[in-house]
């Protein structure tokens, strides 16, 4: 056996016994990347049993879904092309100046790198902008969920007065005057009259079809087996246990689908947001933000809801000691609006070597952009 030591998983197992069905370790200091490989190399269902605490909303991870969109299909097809000229049109905005690609760009995975977006006459947002791969299967959209589906989230950014800034009840009547428009809306309508509920079904039919690449682990799940390096089969091993990533971060896109508090609500100082609470007004959700998903996490920084860690190493000394925990002055003893990080944040107590091993673990979860243009928008 090649006894090359990895020792994220010496301090990890020490000299405990790890075993599963007919699996089992029991290595006295040692435990061989060959034993992992061996274990992993078998299908989900058998993998180690994660560790996972009380609360957590779990499904295996698993490989990258198609996008629900039948592209072979032809009316389908049309009004996802029609989505697809309006996205990258700016005369969908006020100005005529921004698009929906001005903070979806897809050479950028279908972010925009910032930490904010900026919008209207350079106005910020105060949030980042979240990547659109995959969208199509996030049930509550926007970092706060307040969003139900595709067609309703598209709406929001082009009448924000920080955003696209357009008056929404004009905005039928405005593409009517391009004359260009109309044969598209009659191909994927059958009609050329314009509405809102046509722009925004179309823009969401075509934001269904953004599904990111296939990814090393996607090889590595099926049957490539190394398509994972020895370092990132360690951090695959830590995510699931150790480093607990798993509680959060499950399932083929890498969420749970949940709202979280991860301790950077900042309340009552700069850079205060109360997330879903704002939604909901339940002062449970206060500072709760919807997970995100880490298919393309290392490709798409900076990151968190504010967008205030651009360096994964800051993001995973933050976890590693629990995030930050809300300090309590006196005056806020019976603030029933103090907010209250997770209970699935604990300190975690990962060495370097660990750390490295879990960042090398998101590498894996990389893909090629798309690279996705419009020749030229209706005249």
């Not at 490989?63 to 629900?68: H, K």
């Not at 150790?242 to 609500?265: Q, W």
Request: charged share 25%; hydrophobic share 35%; with cysteine.
């Amino acid at each position: 056996m090649n006894k090359i030591i990895v020792s994220a998983i010496l301090l990890l197992f020490g000299a405990t016994i790890f075993s599963f069905q007919s699996v089992s370790f029991n290595s006295g200091n040692e435990l061989s990347i060959d034993s992992l490989r061996k274990v992993y190399s078998k299908s989900t269902s058998q993998w180690p049993k994660p560790t996972l605490d009380e609360g957590a909303v779990f499904q295996e991870l698993g490989e990258l879904p198609s996008s629900p969109v039948n592209l072979k299909n032809d009316s389908v097809s049309k009004v996802a092309e029609l989505g697809k000229i309006l996205f990258f049109d700016p005369r969908l905005s006020g100005s005529n100046q921004i698009s929906c690609s001005s903070c979806h760009a897809p050479d950028l995975h279908w972010a925009d790198g910032r930490q904010v977006s900026i919008g209207h006459d350079h106005l910020t947002n105060i949030r980042n902008s979240p990547s659109l791969e995959n969208v199509w299967s996030v049930k509550k959209l926007f970092w706060d969920g307040r969003a139900n589906s595709l067609e309703e989230q598209a709406e929001n950014p082009v009448e924000a007065h920080n955003e696209m800034r357009q008056d929404i009840k004009a905005l039928p009547k405005k593409l009517g005057k391009i004359k260009g428009y109309q044969p598209f809306f009659m191909d994927a309508f059958g009609t050329k009259k314009i509405t809102n509920e046509k722009i925004f079904s179309a823009l969401a039919t075509f934001q269904r079809t953004i599904v990111s690449r296939k990814t090393p682990f996607d090889k590595f799940l099926a049957k490539e087996k190394e398509a994972l390096t020895d370092q990132q089969l360690v951090g695959l091993h830590l995510f699931r246990t150790k480093a607990r990533c798993i509680n959060c971060h499950n399932g083929p896109f890498f969420t749970d689908g949940e709202f979280h508090n991860n301790g950077l609500t900042y309340y009552q100082r700069k850079y205060e947001d109360l997330g879903r609470y704002k939604v909901t007004k339940k002062p449970k959700d206060v500072g709760r933000f919807r997970t995100p998903g880490l298919r393309n996490v290392m490709k798409t920084a900076p990151w968190f809801h504010n967008g205030l860690f651009p360096d994964i190493n800051g993001v995973m000394n933050m976890y590693n000691v629990g995030m930050p925990v809300q300090r309590v002055k006196p005056e806020q003893v019976n603030d029933p609006l103090l907010p209250k990080n997770d209970k699935l944040l604990k300190n975690l107590s990962l060495t370097n070597a660990e750390k490295e091993a879990v960042i090398a673990f998101l590498h894996s979860l990389s893909s090629p952009t798309v690279r996705i243009r419009v020749e030229q928008l209706p005249q």
